[in-house]
């Protein structure tokens, strides 16, 4: 018979009998297997250290280490290599022992060739079904592993979905993954892991495992707490950033080679896909942390008014830091503090304020307590809110000074009352929004200021006309108020356009401070001389204008009021809506007053008499949807004769 070729693998045959030793040595030679021998146990385990073989053929029976304790021995060993155990007691026991302990066949002796060779071609067989079934099994993980990476590209899942596919693959009831990135605060973020008994965490003996394992850049295996646990070192760069723990029972299969070198691979993989997912959550916390400053940067510069930028501070400071109270100091020339405004979600406990207080104190010096504010951005929010009064600790401070061209203006703070420290990035987001908050802030104290220089300029132009015309004392104020009303009756609502409205009664008459002193306090009639002087007041008034840039959106408040809707009035015989929809407001507004009050030459009408008239020259004289709405504003009790605040002229004399 020829059998050359028949069988393929490495055999080791053992038995402690040169007689059969000789005889399956020569007819597995004639089959084609490789072949190697041993003379007893010990030398067996010799011939298995040298290299690897496939099959191990061994006699049951032998002096010193039996055919049962090689089994054992290889199976913990080398679990690759199958056994077929020889044994003399053909007996049903004896082969339900053999296969028991691990052997893939069996064979009575006296050795039947015949009968050896189909049970030699069927283990070899056997052997390669199943190195194919893993090869498989390694190709389907390889590629499952690809599409948990390609489709999984967040931290936040990418770790549990590898740990879930590993355990499958490797069958083991336990896994620890853990992978560090390579900034500050990383390890918060980046540290994941699966595992059914370690919740995470890993033991202290794992943790010298896996630094081990790193150092080494390899697998590490060790007995711990009752269990066989495995590294396998995740590696960046030949640097360790984190490892793959699986550990089994001891009574489980070892891992063989074919898995150990599918799991090197797997970890390969996984490293790189844990490393761009690491990278990209950096790129992305980057790009939204400058996405929020520029956002931040342009609300604070959305405004001039101190309140709204001191809010808009705060918001960003939470915005871009968590924090539990923020804090804005603003200080004078002499680093006295002139403002202290403290932000958080509620009022601080008594205690807690003190400490915040003191450590503000510590930076700042000397502190006002006036200039102390507490702000919400939650103003609905209970500040007696249950918990409150436990929280005493302020546990964690960043600072960043307030500073620009021209020197210190503060500080800001942001206070942490749990959770860690405030991480470099985090301070550095302190810093990035201070010399934000440094020039919107100073910008904003600089508006305060020309403002109030603006209404004091008013103030005191306003004042000057009424010295000028005692009998029309108040009438400009009356008129910015009365016209306010109006303006709000047609829909005008933002406060800048109230103003300007507000402002514009004020200024109106402007010109008459260049009227002569005898016409304007005339009692009785004018000539027509004396009423064209009159007539120039809205000129005059332009003219004084418009050398104070700061005034020109009252300009036409002050040359406009005299205009009428069918372009009869003056000075440019405007028409319609050819005057400004505010003007047009103010001219109603002015003529009431002026025809209700007392004047030198006549008093008050009576209001029938003026509503009457405001209505027949509704269309001619103003606009007559204007004119409606202040009819309606007088029915509802919007407007009434107190809006006229009119004093004796014995008391107006007097002021
Ligand atoms: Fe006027
Ligand atoms: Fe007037």
């Known amino acids: 018979m020829d059998r050359s070729g028949t069988l393929k693998a490495k055999w080791l045959v053992v038995d402690d009998d040169p007689a059969v030793l000789d005889l399956l040595q020569v007819f597995l030679a004639g089959t084609g297997a490789g072949i190697v021998t041993a003379g007893c146990g010990r030398e067996a385990l010799e011939r298995l250290a040298e290299g690897p073989v496939d099959v191990v053929l061994t006699d049951r029976n032998m002096p010193g280490v039996d055919g049962d304790a090689l089994l054992r021995e290889i199976r913990a060993k080398w679990p690759m290599t199958d056994v077929v155990m020889m044994t003399g007691e053909a007996t049903v026991k004896a082969a339900v022992e053999a296969m028991r302990l691990g052997a893939a066949d069996y064979l009575e002796k006296p050795i039947d060739l015949q009968a050896a060779l189909g049970i030699f071609q069927r283990v070899e067989s056997h052997r390669r079904l199943r190195q194919e079934r893993d090869r498989l099994r390694a190709e389907v993980a390889l590629r ?53 008994s370690h919740g995470g965490t890993l033991s202290e003996d794992e943790r010298l495992l896996a630094v081990e394992s790193g150092a080494q850049g390899d697998f590490l295996q060790r007995r711990l707490a009752g269990r066989w646990v495995l590294c396998l070192p995740l590696m960046v760069n030949a640097q360790s950033r984190g490892s793959l723990l699986l550990a089994r029972d001891p009574r489980e299969r070892d891992f063989d080679t074919d898995q150990l070198e599918l799991l090197r691979i797997m970890g390969s993989q996984v490293s790189i896909a844990l490393e761009n997912a690491h990278l990209y959550a950096l790129a992305t916390r980057q790009m939204r942390g400058t996405q929020k400053l520029a956002e931040v940067g342009r609300r604070l510069n959305a405004s001039l008014d ?31 503090c002139l403002h202290l405004d403290l932000s958080g979600l509620r009022a601080p406990s008594p205690e807690l304020l003190a400490l915040i207080m003191e450590s503000v104190r510590v930076r700042v010096g000397r502190i006002n307590d006036a200039a102390f504010r507490f702000t919400t951005e939650q103003p609905n929010l209970r500040t007696d809110a249950p918990g409150e009064e436990r929280v005493t600790q ?17 500080l800001l703070g ?17 810093m990035l929004l201070s010399s934000a ?11 305060t200021s020309m403002r109030r220089m603006h209404l004091e300029t008013i ?36 406060a800048e356009e109230l103003e300007e409205i507000h402002l514009g009664g004020l200024m109106h008459d402007l010109g008459k401070i260049g009227i002569r002193d005898a016409v ?17 007041h809205p000129l005059v008034g332009a003219e004084i204008l418009r050398r104070a840039p700061h005034l020109q959106p009252l300009v036409a408040f002050v040359r406009h009021h005299h205009e009428q809707w069918n372009g009869g009035g003056y000075p440019d015989g405007l028409q319609g809506e050819e005057i400004p929809l505010k003007v047009r407001i103010l001219t109603i507004a ?66």
Request: charged share 20%; aromatic share 6%; glycine share 8%.
């Open 144 to 196: 499952d592993l690809t599409q948990v990476i390609t489709a999984n590209l967040h931290m936040a899942d990418l770790p549990s979905r590898i740990a879930d596919l590993i355990t499958r693959v490797f069958e083991v009831p336990e896994i620890t993954l853990h992978y560090t990135g390579t900034g500050e605060g990383d390890d918060a973020l980046l540290w994941r892991s699966a595992s059914r």
């Open 306 to 336: 101190m309140e709204e930028t001191l809010v808009e501070v705060h918001a960003g400071l939470s915005a871009l830091v968590p924090s539990d109270y923020s804090v804005v100091v603003l200080l004078d020339r002499t680093q006295e």
């Open 394 to 410: 302020l546990q964690h401070v960043s600072w960043a000074p307030l500073s620009d061209s021209q020197g210190s203006l503060g």
């Open 414 to 430: 942001v206070f942490r009352l749990a959770g860690g420290a405030f991480l470099t990035r985090e301070q550095e987001s302190v």
């Open 437 to 447: 908050a440094a020039s919107a802030l100073q910008n904003s104290l600089l508006y």
């Open 459 to 494: 103030q005191v132009l306003s004042k000057a006309i009424d010295e000028k015309d005692h009998y029309t004392h108040g009438h400009s104020a009356q008129v910015g108020g009365i016209a306010i009303k109006l303006a709000r009756r047609v829909g005008i609502q933002s």
């Open 520 to 536: 304007l306090n005339k009692p009785g009639r004018l000539t027509s001389e004396e009423y064209d002087h009159i007539k120039t």
């Open 590 to 655: 002015d003529t009431f007053h002026a025809m209700a009050s007392d004047r030198i030459y006549r008093t008050g009408m009576p209001v029938e008499e003026i509503l009457g008239y405001l209505r027949e020259q509704g269309g001619r004289l103003f606009d007559p949807h204007l004119v409606e709405a202040f009819l309606d504003c007088w029915q509802r009790g919007l407007i009434t004769m107190d809006d006229i605040n009119y004093e004796p002229l014995a008391v107006q004399r007097a002021g």
